[in-house]
């Protein structure tokens, strides 16, 4: 499918790929691509239907779901004892439990999670 920008603009994509957009000049973009490029401002020459956007990956939307998923994950990574799973600081790092939920976690909602999890005030 074709975009258009309404400015000259350069889209780095996380999948890689990198498209020079010049103001007001379609340009063909991958499928991969099209949710970065509708952020950044690109208007599809074509009606867009929700079959044509990749798939968002699915995260649970509450929290109780997240500090669930965040606990199972924690007594996996605890059980496992690797040193390079934990920060200096004794915390499991954010790249290691997203890897173990499925998600990106902020090192705000895991700070939280973790404190709950050592506290005991696990449900």
């Given at each position: 499918m074709?975009?258009?920008?309404?400015?000259?603009?350069?889209?780095?994509?996380?999948?890689?790929?990198?498209?020079?957009?010049?103001?007001?000049?379609?340009?063909?973009?991958?499928?991969?691509?099209?949710?970065?490029?509708?952020?950044?401002?690109?208007?599809?020459?074509?009606?867009?239907?929700?079959?044509?956007?990749?798939?968002?990956?699915?995260?649970?939307?509450?929290?109780?779901?997240?500090?669930q998923?965040?606990?199972?994950?924690?007594?996996?990574?605890?059980?496992?004892?690797?040193?390079?799973?934990?920060?200096?600081?004794?915390?499991?790092?954010?790249?290691?439990?997203?890897?173990?939920?499925?998600?990106?976690?902020?090192?705000?909602?895991?700070?939280?999670?973790?404190?709950?999890?050592?506290?005991?005030?696990?449900?």
């Amino acid at each position: 499918m074709r975009f258009t920008m309404f400015r000259n603009r350069t889209i780095a994509s996380t999948c890689g790929l990198s498209i020079e957009f010049k103001k007001g000049e379609p340009h063909f973009v991958p499928p991969q691509m099209y949710a970065e490029v509708i952020a950044a401002g690109g208007v599809s020459e074509e009606e867009l239907r929700e079959e044509d956007l990749p798939p968002t990956p699915a995260t649970p939307a509450q929290l109780a779901e997240r500090e669930q998923a965040m606990f199972k994950a924690f007594d996996t990574i605890t059980r496992r004892a690797q040193r390079d799973d934990f920060t200096a600081g004794g915390v499991p790092h954010a790249s290691v439990l997203a890897r173990e939920v499925g998600w990106a976690v902020q090192a705000k909602e895991r700070d939280a999670a973790w404190a709950k999890y050592t506290s005991g005030k696990v449900d």
